[in-house]
């Protein structure tokens, strides 16, 4: 695959799983819509992978190492929100912090930190457009 197929790969499915995040907000699966919010910003950090460093990005799901390691550089801010987002990502797959991170993802929680990936998402789309 060529490495803009590979690219365009990563971005069609973030957009495929931007719109399904959206769809769990709605019917208020809340701590699902954070979820698949991380693998957006974790798509989309790969297609900047893809594009700054190599074909085959890490197999990894910390977002602020995925980050550095595409050679992207953020603000404090950002790495902040990161590292918040990776937590959706580890939260919602191990079982003992499920229930947790379930009560904690209440309409305000879970709709101020999904402006912060729409944010992101915004951001990353933006470096991506640039040849």
Same mark, same amino acid.
């Given at each position: 695959?060529?490495?803009?197929?590979?690219?365009?790969?990563?971005?069609?499915?973030?957009?495929?799983?931007?719109?399904?995040?959206?769809?769990?907000?709605?019917?208020?699966?809340?701590?699902?819509?954070?979820?698949?919010?991380?693998?957006?910003?974790?798509?989309?950090?790969?297609?900047?992978?893809? *594009?700054?460093?190599?074909? %085959?990005?890490?197999?990894?799901?910390?977002?602020? =190492?995925?980050? #550095?390691?595409? $050679?992207?550089?953020?603000?404090?801010?950002?790495?902040?929100?990161?590292?918040?987002?990776?937590?959706?990502?580890?939260?919602?797959?191990?079982?003992?912090? *499920?229930?947790?991170?379930? %009560?904690?993802?209440?309409?305000?929680?879970?709709? =101020?930190?999904? #402006?912060?990936? $729409?944010?992101?998402?915004?951001?990353?789309?933006?470096?991506?457009?640039?040849?």
């Amino acid at each position: 695959m060529e490495t803009k197929d590979l690219i365009d790969y990563w971005i069609k499915t973030a957009d495929n799983d931007y719109n399904t995040m959206l769809n769990l907000f709605k019917s208020k699966d809340y701590h699902w819509s954070l979820f698949i919010g991380h693998l957006v910003i974790e798509k989309l950090l790969k297609a900047i992978y893809v *594009k700054n460093i190599d074909s %085959n990005p890490p197999r990894i799901h910390d977002l602020l =190492r995925l980050s #550095e390691r595409a $050679k992207l550089n953020t603000t404090e801010e950002q790495k902040d929100i990161l590292d918040l987002i990776t937590t959706f990502n580890i939260n919602a797959r191990y079982p003992d912090y *499920k229930q947790s991170f379930y %009560n904690k993802c209440d309409y305000d929680f879970t709709i =101020r930190n999904l #402006e912060k990936i $729409k944010g992101l998402r915004t951001w990353l789309l933006s470096i991506l457009e640039k040849k």
